[in-house]
């Protein structure tokens, strides 16, 4: 069992929609999240990053995590064709030490928003 | 702010010859990864560099790989002798640890096909 599952896709989607991506992890040594995007051809870009049980909020972007549950979330409201990309689940364990950077990436959902 | 800066973007090689893949981190970051990208394996980290010095180098597959940081604006992955499979896209990333650890940042990576 992969320490962090994300279900690829494809996702697609019409403009406007609500889009809900996610990842479940099995590691309780994990304690930061982040969401990264990564357009084709490109390096991954981060979008949102949390180390807290509960919602953050980021203009159209909600990042949700539950420890208790494993169940990470990112929502993207107002789809838009420009936010057609892979998205990528990110965890580490405490920030200190070697462990600094150790990012576990999930597998990436690609997602279409079309117009 | 450049960004992370990868070179060369593209590098397709003969089974068996010297590769070698360069990263300019941002300026006044300390902490410098090495990740490999494959559709099978998604986002994996190679190595782990702070204030110049290799931190973790666990994730780097055999003897065949080796990274250098010989100083805070340059690092290089050779891989030596090449094989085909180890054509991937490979990322440096990016940060500063400190008392406000900085998320990673990510180059556009190098794209190796091994032939």
């Known amino acids: 069992q992969k320490e962090v599952e994300q279900d690829p896709g494809p996702l697609s989607v019409p403009e406007g929609a609500i889009v809900s991506l996610n990842c479940t992890y099995s590691n309780s040594a994990f304690q930061y999240f982040m969401w990264y995007r990564q357009y084709s051809r490109k390096g991954p870009e981060l979008l949102m990053y949390?180390?807290?049980?509960g919602n953050k909020e980021d203009g159209r972007f909600t990042a949700q995590v539950d420890k208790s549950s494993k169940y990470i979330s990112l929502f993207i409201r107002d789809s838009q064709p420009s936010d057609s990309a892979t998205y990528l689940c990110a965890l580490s364990p405490n920030a200190g030490g070697t462990s600094y950077g150790k990012l576990t990436f999930g597998q990436g959902t690609i997602l279409t928003v079309h117009p | 702010d450049a960004g992370v800066i990868q070179s060369p973007r593209h590098e397709v090689t003969e089974m068996g010859q010297e590769v070698t893949l360069r990263c300019k981190p941002i300026?006044?970051?300390?902490?410098l990864f090495w990740y490999r990208q494959t559709m099978m394996r998604g986002l994996e980290l190679l190595i782990y560099f702070n204030n110049n010095v290799p931190i973790d180098d666990s994730g780097m597959p055999e003897d065949r790989f080796s990274a250098k940081m010989p100083n805070a604006s340059f690092s290089t992955l050779k891989i030596q002798p090449s094989e085909p499979r180890d054509s991937a896209v490979y990322f440096c990333?990016?940060?500063?640890?400190?008392?406000?650890?900085?998320?990673?940042?990510f180059g556009n990576g190098t794209r190796l096909t091994v032939t």
């Open positions: 990333a990016s940060s500063f640890k400190g008392a406000n650890n900085s998320p990673l940042h």
């Open positions: 949390t180390y807290s049980s």
């Open positions: 300026s006044g970051h300390n902490s």
